[in-house]
């Protein structure tokens, strides 16, 4: 009999691809809500960052628990928790904002499992004896999927709400469609790699040791929060500044802005797998060189409220995004051992996502501070964190295979 027709790792891809989908599809709803519900835009921006509060728990329990009892069952819960997540979201017309913030902390956990275990097990499934890829293209192949999701979720979600019947509910539910022919994938077209128990209690697994090293605290941590604050400012902060501007055509504008910025971030990847160097720090620093580059331009945004500049800042963060969270895990795929992968890259992921609940302490402070003055000082900051990374540039290497 043969073996399944989808390659393992693509059947994971595509359960990390719909989760991907699940999470970002909201994005562009963020002035539907507005605009149709009457949501205040701190309200809607602590809705985009709630699932920050789902995710940071699914990515650091959910890694140790697939260390315990397998990746499938994990990606599995996974796919479940994005499916009911978005039909509550489609329910927020009638549940308010408990159900959508409910249904966000939901797809925030399955995002946690998607880039906890789903980008672990798709590296695991890149490499020999499953497949003879080239080295770090488990890496890539996780990014570029999840990457994918992120970006196709909000322009489906930015087409349906401006043209089909529905608006604040038909996108929830194709999503939720979607993940039934992905969990059949996981289920069926899978190999687990996790195949012996892992001894021990589960608070001791959660315990990950490449956290500390100083590779990662050096030069890995003050890039993390730069990989989705970079796209938070992109999609979430630089289309509200502009928005006054485009009238009618602001939910389209949101969408294919998201989109641009993923895309730019997806097309970047393979030079980040050239820029990458096992000697230095080179890549991290190129796109924390990028993301200093891409906040001071959504200044420029800020003051002329000019949507062609908000055009320049999401091709600049999302070329920065995609050599960021590149170049991060294959650092960490450097400085874990086996056993800690899935761990270290639910740290990397948590610290990664903190950068997505900016547009709600910027939104927060937008009452007493103007946005061109927050976002220099972020860009200040940014810059430091590039100092940072680049003072590490060849130290605390681990030693070469």
């Known amino acids: 009999?043969?073996?399944?027709?989808?390659?393992?790792?693509?059947?994971?891809?595509?359960?990390?691809?719909?989760?991907?989908?699940?999470?970002?599809?909201?994005?562009?709803?963020?002035?539907?809500?507005?605009?149709?519900?009457?949501?205040?835009?701190v309200d809607v921006d602590v809705l985009l960052g709630a699932y920050v509060l789902g995710l940071i728990p699914g990515l650091l329990v959910a890694a140790a628990m697939s260390n315990r009892y397998g990746r499938r069952p994990l990606m599995v819960a996974g796919l479940i928790s994005s499916a009911l997540g978005s039909l509550i979201l489609a329910t927020g017309e009638l549940g308010g904002f408990p159900a959508l913030f409910i249904g966000r902390l939901l797809c925030g956990l399955s995002v946690g499992v998607a880039m906890a275990v789903g980008s672990t097990w798709i590296a695991e499934l890149s490499a020999p004896p499953y497949d003879t890829a080239a080295t770090g293209a488990g890496a890539r192949r996780a990014s570029i999927w999840l990457s994918l999701g992120l970006a196709i979720g909000p322009l489906c979600s930015g087409l349906l709400a401006q043209f089909a019947p529905l608006p604040l509910t038909l996108t929830y539910l194709v999503q939720a469609a979607l993940c039934v022919p992905a969990l059949w994938l996981v289920l069926t077209q899978t190999v687990e790699t996790r195949g012996a128990r892992v001894s021990g209690d589960l608070l001791s697994q959660l315990r990950v040791p490449a956290a500390t090293h100083r590779r990662f605290v050096r030069v890995v941590a003050p890039m993390a929060p730069w990989v989705f604050g970079s796209a938070a400012i992109a999609y979430a902060i630089v289309p509200a500044l502009v928005a006054d501007r485009l009238g009618s055509w602001a939910l389209l504008y949101t969408a294919g802005l998201t989109v641009l910025t993923l895309a730019c971030g997806v097309l970047?990847?393979?030079?980040?797998?050239?820029?990458?160097d096992h000697s230095s720090a080179r890549a991290v620093v190129v796109s924390m060189v990028?993301?200093?580059?891409?906040?001071?331009?959504?200044?420029?945004?800020?003051?002329?409220?000019?949507p062609a500049i908000a055009v320049l800042v999401a091709m600049l963060l999302g070329s920065a995004y995609g050599i960021a969270i590149v170049s991060g895990l294959l650092e960490i795929q450097r400085i874990a051992k086996p056993h800690e992968l899935a761990g270290v890259s639910g740290v990397y992921y948590s610290l990664a996502y903190v950068g997505f609940l900016l547009?709600?302490?910027?939104?927060?402070?937008?009452?007493?501070?103007?946005?061109?003055?927050?976002?220099?000082?972020?860009?200040?900051?940014?810059?430091?964190?590039?100092?940072?990374?680049a003072a590490g540039w060849s130290k605390h290497l681990p030693a070469r295979a």
């Open 290 to 306: 990028l993301m200093s580059a891409g906040v001071f331009a959504a200044v420029a945004t800020a003051v002329t409220r000019s």
């Open 268 to 276: 970047v990847q393979p030079v980040a797998r050239r820029l990458d």
């Open 1 to 41: 009999m043969s073996r399944a027709r989808v390659k393992p790792w693509l059947a994971v891809a595509a359960g990390v691809f719909c989760i991907g989908w699940g999470g970002n599809q909201f994005t562009p709803m963020l002035i539907e809500y507005v605009h149709r519900a009457g949501y205040s835009r």
């Open 359 to 389: 547009p709600a302490v910027l939104a927060a402070l937008a009452h007493y501070v103007s946005y061109p003055a927050m976002l220099t000082v972020v860009g200040l900051l940014a810059a430091v964190c590039t100092v940072i990374c």
